[in-house]
């Protein structure tokens, strides 16, 4: 399932799967049951946004991840470390034990 790591795919699997399935080839006729189980999992996410009054667009390009929030000190942490994954400054001079948080 091509959608169950980044709902921003939801949409472009939709409409290929869509496409695919106005094709008239056997195989392809198919194709639209794909995003079915994707819906599915994402159906309660996008109902609930809805009820809410949210940004639908919103909800459907945001990215899973770890947040990259500022320190105590009010300072974020280099931006190569931000690319390895976190989120406040270290020392690499200290090694794995300066890499540890707290």
Known sequence: ???AAAPVLLILTVVVCF???LMRSRGARTAWLLPL???ALFGPMLVSALDR???LAAVLLA???RTVSP???GESAPLW????GHSQAFD????????APG
Do not use: R, Y
């Open 19 to 21: 496409a695919a399935g």
């Open 71 to 73: 320190d105590a000190a």
């Open 53 to 55: 009054g949210s940004n």
């Open 1 to 3: 399932m091509v959608c």
């Open 37 to 39: 189980p994707a819906l």
């Open 81 to 84: 470390q931000q690319l390895l």
């Open 92 to 99: 690499p001079a200290a090694g794995l034990p300066g890499a």
């Open 63 to 65: 990215e899973p991840g």
